[in-house]
């Protein structure tokens, strides 16, 4: 089993920035993706931006270039550096950790962490 324990969210003004945190522990394979979703009421969780345990990254349209992935293997914890935030990015932000292994993905959820920018 994996735990994801999310923090940094909280409210910010337009133009503003935050980081999020997302800390693993427990059984995680060396090969691993961790990703950051996000999801308003009424709509499906959206992935915003991924990267795998080799640090390759990818980004959703609506994120290049204003927000950041990044991970720290040796503390099991992947960042998302959000800048120039915008209304629209106000939503419940959930990590995800993909575990890769011989016997298949094995797939982990945090509890989310709410989002919310002022206009």
């Known amino acids: 089993q994996v735990q994801l324990v999310e923090s940094g969210g909280g409210l910010v003004q337009a133009g503003g920035s935050l980081r999020l945190s997302c800390a693993a522990s427990?059984?995680?394979?060396?090969?691993?993706?961790m990703a950051w979703y996000r999801q308003t009421p009424g709509n499906q969780r959206d992935l915003v931006a991924v990267?795998?345990?080799?640090?390759?990254?990818n980004y959703a349209d609506f994120v290049k270039g204003r927000f950041t992935i990044f991970r720290d293997n040796a503390k099991n914890t992947v960042y998302l550096q959000m800048n120039s935030l915008k209304p629209e990015d106000t939503a419940l932000y959930y990590c995800d950790m993909n575990n890769i292994r011989s016997t298949g993905r094995q797939i982990y959820w945090g509890q989310g962490t709410q989002v919310t920018v002022s206009s």
């Open positions: 990267i795998n345990s080799g640090g390759i990254s």
């Open positions: 427990g059984s995680i394979s060396s090969i691993n993706t």
